[in-house]
């Protein structure tokens, strides 16, 4: 089980992702638009870098859903590979066997 700590901060980051997604969408637009004058998009880049580091997409980690793991994740089933094979073995994933060849 991952620290509450850092599951708590992840689950900070994405609040904030959401909360300014739009903003930081909009500043990204004019400073990447070369028909703007070279002054307007300087300036929305530091209004870009004004924001708070942890609303940028980037900072996100994934984690898994039930011990908050952040190594050895699936995507598809937003678990950790432990917890996966630990539901999988308990017969709790519809449609997964255990391999034996």
């Known amino acids: 089980m991952a620290k509450e700590a850092m599951i708590e901060r ?3 980051r994405e ?3 959401a909360k300014y997604a739009d903003k930081r969408a909009a500043l990204k637009e004019i ?3 070369e028909d703007l004058p070279m002054e307007d998009r300087f300036k929305a880049r530091l209004k870009l870098a004004k924001l708070p580091r942890n609303s940028s997409a980037t900072r996100l ?3 898994c859903q039930l011990t908050g793991r952040p190594r050895a994740y699936y995507r598809k089933l937003k678990m950790s590979r432990i917890k996966l094979r630990d539901l999988a073995s308990n017969g709790q ?3 997964m066997v255990k391999s034996s060849w």
């Open 10 to 12: 992840q689950k900070k």
């Open 15 to 17: 609040r904030l992702v």
């Open 31 to 33: 400073a990447r638009d």
């Open 61 to 63: 980690n994934n984690r």
């Open 93 to 95: 994933i519809p449609g």
